[in-house]
Nanobody
Framework: QVQLVESGGGLVQPGGSLRLSCDVS????????IAWFRQFPEKEREGVAV????????KYADSVQGRFTISFDDTKTTVYLQMNTVKPEDTAVYYC?????????????????WGQGTQVTVAS
């Protein structure tokens, strides 16, 4: 059974840090690019970061460049999103989808496998 399970969300103060995890199972971890998207209430999902299937290439949205880092642990088939210097506007539900085509496009339509999401709230 294909599964992507996000965890690590919660409440964090502005300027603080949080690490999200995406645990992957049911498909070959090395064959898929994995990304992080977020969705604000009543808005389209927005691409945050993506890492290639080879894990050698990463790409970030301008809004998080320099603050967020996507990484992986292939021994655990887990992809992480380290969120530093968070802002209230980072508040959203965060998702980790997978893309077999490895296009590295931060577009929802490029990703066919999605998790259920984890809520991140940045507030004092």
């Amino acid at each position: 059974q294909v599964q992507l399970v996000e965890s690590g969300g919660g409440l964090v103060q502005p300027g603080g840090s949080l690490r999200l995890s995406c645990d992957v199972s049911g498909f070959s971890f090395d064959d898929y690019a994995i990304a992080w998207f977020r969705q604000f209430p009543e808005k389209e999902r927005e691409g945050v970061a993506v890492i290639s299937s080879s894990r050698s290439t990463t790409k970030y949205a301008d809004s998080v460049q320099g603050r967020f880092t996507i990484s992986f642990d292939d021994t655990k088939t887990t992809v992480y999103l380290q969120m530093n210097t968070v802002k209230p506007e980072d508040t959203a539900v965060y998702y980790c989808p997978a893309d077999y085509a490895d296009l590295l496009l931060l577009l929802p339509s490029s990703f066919g496998l999605w998790g259920q999401g984890t809520q991140v709230t940045v507030a004092s």
